[in-house]
């Protein structure tokens, strides 16, 4: 054993070790400091520090045989030796860090804004990036004074954690009615606490999350002890279990953060990237005014009350006046409700309160002012900023649907195809690439791209579904059954395509069957939007057989449903409009004109201005074209204040029928063909649009016979047919083409066939009587004859 010690004192190994160690603790000092201030990639320190430390053995080994005194040779052992470190050093590397990426975290860009003034800013590497589902989190305390906390350590945790450019945190407040809530709803846990980790892991893959993060909450003495435990999505792997405690509930949490973002290897990279704005400075020091914002939040999530969830931000903002989350989150209630005046003044004061606010809440802040003041180009051109600065899918997705309202489909599909190239795991995009090429006219690649979500999930039935929209839209009512069919199948709650076989069914004029499958749907329906679904689709039945009270009836039961889950302006779109346009059906457009004050009731100016097609479609059945032309241009105005291209065919649909009213066919005739291009180059037409293409062609048809124009009303006539072959509607316009040819027995054939569909219809129908009135008129031409 001395002369062991003897050897290596000789040999000198314990000094060339140390200085060895010393000279890399050094450099890895270096490596690190560097690494942060010029965005490296935090991987280099880390591959750095294992190869440098793992080669030791290979430095005693050099040590020992060159470190005596006197002239030395190379031994076997260092021959031998040295090379397998080696090897082990590179193959260690190779295992560990051979997946990572050494590049940049960041790169610099100099860009203008939407202003036009140049900036300079960092971009985070999309490899570095970090998305997480967070999720409430469960009060181990035993005391009910802190449940509110299970909600308030999820708000807290993520906003913390949406400072940092690299990481991307949802919550379930995320998209209210439509974000990841309605799943945990739908499963059962209406209050989104304790949902098993298999549920939190599905909606996370649907989402599109690499990691899942749920914890608990507890009270020790006078401290919070927050655990939180972040989850792999696609193994289900814990790769964390972080557990702080403090008297200052923020500052706990400002830990918790810091922790979970290094142990997911979020880049710490230099203030000039990443802000950490402490959660003291955005939510002030008053406890009650966080639990009041809290009971705002949720009143809005889990009971879908408007008046309730701004109550509660009242209240916090009255206990702390400098709350500005407040003040936003009270602002975005007043949009959905449609009053965006005081959203506005809300705004206002959110604004005056930014400084307290994450640079994500910031650039939100401003993007919501762009949009309600109506400047759509400097929205898109902030728009566009953001993506070169976040680089990430989620901003090129925000830039390619706000193009596609604003009918940039083109570029709107660049954007889609960049955003599934920073995140493949998003394949539902190919559903929106689908959509956008059904809407330029190119039905092949609709199909293709359909296809290519198919072969990404084959499990999910919405590519089934997509299909079956696509070729019903092209005409192929039986190719689109069978894929109907087929997402019934793998649909869990098939509702959906349950409701579009009732739709094929009612097309090929068999209602016996729709209503079988529309009572199938609605004992399959769980879900508040599905049964909402279920009423839509029951009224569109009854009306399209003249059954208008009946149809009106099913929409009331579908406000019941509705109320609980959307705001008042959609309630006054979805509902209200399709009521008014069912009681001018009817001939009363008396009644028409209350529903119109209640739904003007529910909405602020200006967006009550969107009501003005239904006030426009109430004057054209009163015979006032004039007044109905002013409510026209009010509408139309509002289309282009907020450049929603999708909804021109109103515009163009109703003056269709002004202007055959005044005896303007070929305008007439223009008119409808403009609305039906509109449709036809829509990226919302999925939603329900393309329904009313046969029923466009059946007006436009009718111009055409009434000016004169037959082979141009027989070409609309065949493409309605095609797309609808037993619409009442089309077989009329068909009696009127045949009867203007001279074909009088054809002509009574064709308006009976409509007459039958209308058998039941209510009496004050009024297409029925005009229907009645042509029949009286074939008849008497016969008798003459």
């Known amino acids: 054993m001395t002369d062991i010690v003897k050897q290596i004192k000789n040999r000198r190994v314990l000094p060339a070790v140390g200085l060895y160690v010393g000279s890399c603790w050094v450099l890895i000092e270096i490596l690190d400091r560097l690494s942060e201030r010029y965005l490296l990639s935090p991987y280099i320190t880390d591959a750095t520090f294992w190869g440098l430390y793992s ?47 050494l590049g940049a975290t960041a790169s610099m860009i100099s860009i203008p804004n939407e202003d036009g003034v140049q900036e300079t800013h960092l971009v985070p590497s999309e490899s570095f990036r970090r998305r997480m589902a967070v999720f409430f989190f469960e009060n181990k305390s035993g005391d009910p004074e802190f449940d509110w906390l299970q909600y308030g350590a999820t708000e807290l945790l993520v906003q913390d954690l949406q400072q940092n450019p690299f990481v991307l945190a949802t919550s379930p407040w995320e998209n209210y009615g439509d974000g990841f809530y309605m799943r945990m709803k739908q499963a059962g846990f209406s209050d989104g606490l304790d949902v098993p980790l298999s549920l939190m892991r599905e909606i996370a893959g649907d989402t599109n999350r690499q990691y899942f993060v749920e914890g608990d909450v507890d009270r020790v003495a006078d401290d919070y002890v927050i655990t939180v435990r972040a989850w792999e999505t696609k193994s289900l792997k814990r790769v964390a279990e972080i557990t702080e405690s403090g008297w200052d509930l923020y500052d706990t949490f400002d830990k918790v953060s810091i922790e979970l973002r290094d142990a997911l290897d979020v880049p ?32 809005r999530l889990l009971d879908n009350d408007f008046e309730a ?42 604004q005056k309160l930014d400084y307290r606010l994450p640079a994500r809440d910031r650039a939100t802040l401003k993007g919501i002012q762009y949009r309600l003041s109506g400047q759509q180009e400097k929205l898109i051109a902030f728009l566009r900023l953001q993506v070169r600065l976040q680089d990430d899918a989620s901003s090129h997705t925000l830039l390619a649907s706000t193009l596609m309202m604003t009918g940039e489909l083109e570029e709107a599909k660049q954007q889609f195809l960049a955003a599934l190239e920073k995140d493949a795991l998003n394949v539902g995009i ?53 894929h109907y069919l087929q997402a019934s199948l793998l649909a869990g709650e098939p509702v959906l395509p349950l409701l579009r076989l009732a739709d094929i ?58 109320v609980q889950f959307q705001s008042p302006f959609a309630i006054a779109l979805g509902i209200y409009q399709p009521m008014i346009r069912a009681y ?104 329900g649009l393309y329904r009313e293409l046969p029923y466009l062609n059946a007006a436009l048809a009718q111009s055409l016979v009434l000016g004169g124009n037959l082979d141009a009303a027989e070409k609309a006539l065949n493409e309605g047919f095609r797309l609808d072959p037993s619409l009442p509607q089309l077989w009329v316009s068909k009696a009127r083409l045949q009867f203007a040819s001279g074909l009088p027995q054809l002509a009574q ?35 003459e004859q």
């Open 430 to 482: 190919y559903l929106q690439l689908s959509l956008l090429e059904r809407a330029t006219g190119n039905m092949e690649s609709a199909i293709g791209y359909a296809r290519k979500y198919q072969q990404e999930k084959p499990e999910d039935f919405e590519a089934q579904q997509v299909l079956g929209d696509l070729l019903r839209d092209s005409g192929d009512l039986d190719g689109a059954e069978e």
């Open 505 to 562: 069914a009612m097309r090929k004029g068999n209602g016996v069957e729709a209503r079988n499958l529309l009572e199938q749907a609605q004992l399959e329906a769980q879900s508040l939007s599905h049964k909402a679904q279920v009423r839509e689709s029951a009224a569109r039945l009854e009306m399209r057989l003249g059954r208008i009270r009946a149809g009106i009836e099913q929409i009331r039961l579908g406000e019941e449903l509705l």
């Open 584 to 687: 001018n059906a009817l001939g009363d457009p008396d009644s028409a004109q209350e529903l119109l004050d209640i739904a003007r009731s529910m909405v602020a100016p200006p967006l009550d201005q969107f009501l003005a097609f239904g006030e426009a479609d109430i004057l054209f059945h009163r015979e006032d074209y004039d007044g109905a032309e002013a409510a026209l241009q009010r509408g139309a105005e509002m289309i282009e204040q907020f450049k929603l291209k999708d909804l021109k065919f109103l515009i163009d649909m109703t003056n269709g029928f002004i202007l055959r009213a005044r005896g303007d066919y070929p305008g007439s005739a223009t008119a409808f063909r403009g609305a039906l291009e509109s449709i036809n180059h829509s990226v919302i037409g999925g939603s």
């Open 55 to 101: 080669l030791i053995p290979a430095v005693i080994l050099l040590a020992w045989t060159h470190g005596k005194p006197g002239k030395d040779r190379v031994t076997t052992a260092e021959k031998v030796g040295v090379p397998i470190n080696i090897i082990a050093t590179i193959g260690l590397l190779l295992t560990v860090f051979g997946g990572k990426d």
């Open 309 to 350: 969830s701004n109550a509660f931000f009242d209240k916090a903002i009255d206990t702390d006046p400098g709350f500005v989350l407040a003040w936003f989150m009270k602002a975005l209630n007043l949009v959905d409700g449609g009053d965006l005046r005081s959203a506005q003044e809300a705004f206002a004061q959110a």
């Open 749 to 783: 054939a064709s308006v009976n066939y409509a007459l039958a569909i209308w058998k039941d219809a209510d009496p004050e129908y009024y297409e029925m009587n005009e229907a009645l009135s042509l029949e009286r008129e074939i008849r008497q031409s016969l008798s």
């Open 268 to 299: 710490r990279s230099s203030a000039r990237m990443v802000e950490d704005l402490p959660l003291a400075e955005t939510y002030g020091e008053s406890g009650d005014a966080l639990q009041f914002y809290i009971s705002g939040l949720n009143a």
